[in-house]
């Protein structure tokens, strides 16, 4: 079975300062993995994907992340907070076989500080 | 404009009442799925569907049933509320090819009391 696992239910920055959003699967296949941002009372919104071509991911909103199957990470960064990236975050994997059904992990609040 | 609707937004149920949460996509995707959000639990995957007339379990379907007469639309039914099923639901879809990259509708909030 496939799961994931963010570290860190809550993440604080400053404006200006690094994301570091993490993020741990564990899949008996090569997976398919996503981030996905939700504003408050919002839907999740695709930020990137991978899907076994390129394992440096650039996103919207100046996100990427870096697939490592050596770590089973695919943790999420952005050089230079804004107060605009104030979110939750959920990292998610499928099963390319499996009718793209995707597990989530439990969400990283992000809050930015001016 | 194109998407996933869902209606109602909010919604109040006593125990034992039922109801239907609406989903309706206009992008002819084939697979559509229904979440449920907790706090601190992520988003748990309750029923899904690769198409019109099959649909299948997902890992926390207890308590909920749904259908699949058309491409468009995927209702999700409570048929005994419960407070337990107090949640945030969301429905979403995918084309076949679509790799993950679901389309989400904005969410029914439901509070059973």
């Known amino acids: 079975a496939q799961s994931v696992?963010?570290?860190?239910?809550h993440v604080s920055v400053s404006e200006g300062a690094l994301v570091l959003l993490r993020c741990n699967y564990s899949s008996s296949v090569p997976p398919y993995l996503f981030w996905y941002v939700q504003y408050p009372n919002q839907g999740l919104q695709l930020l990137l994907k991978y899907t076994s071509a390129a394992t440096l991911v650039k996103g919207i909103n100046g996100f990427e992340a870096e697939f490592k199957?050596?770590?089973t990470s695919f943790h999420l960064t952005k050089p230079s907070a804004h107060m605009s990236d104030a979110a939750e975050y959920f990292c998610a994997v499928s099963d390319?076989?499996?009718?793209?059904?995707?597990v989530f992990g439990q969400g990283t609040r992000l809050t930015i500080n001016p | 404009n194109a998407g996933v609707t869902q209606t109602p937004k909010f919604r109040i149920l006593k125990?034992?009442?039922?109801?239907?949460?609406?989903?309706?996509?206009?992008?002819?995707?084939n697979y559509m799925y229904w979440y449920r959000q907790d706090p601190g639990?992520?988003?748990?995957?309750?029923?899904?569907?690769v198409g019109?007339?099959?649909?299948?379990?997902?890992?926390?379907?207890?308590?909920?049933?749904?259908?699949?007469?058309?491409?468009?639309?995927?209702?999700?039914r409570l048929e005994l509320a419960a407070p337990s099923q107090t949640s945030v639901y969301f429905c979403a879809s995918t084309p076949v090819e679509g790799l993950g990259g679901y389309t989400f509708g904005s969410g029914t909030r439901l509070t059973v009391v």
Not at chain 1, 96 to 102: D, Y
Not at chain 2, 17 to 28: A, H, I, V, Y
């Open chain 1, 5 to 9: 696992t963010q570290l860190g239910s």
């Open chain 2, 15 to 29: 125990i034992g009442q039922s109801m239907t949460l609406q989903c309706t996509q206009d992008m002819n995707h």
């Open chain 1, 96 to 102: 390319p076989q499996g009718a793209q059904k995707l």
């Open chain 1, 69 to 71: 199957k050596s770590e």
């Open chain 2, 41 to 49: 639990m992520g988003l748990k995957l309750i029923y899904y569907s």
């Open chain 2, 52 to 76: 019109a007339g099959i649909t299948d379990k997902g890992e926390v379907p207890n308590g909920y049933n749904v259908s699949r007469s058309t491409t468009e639309d995927f209702p999700l």
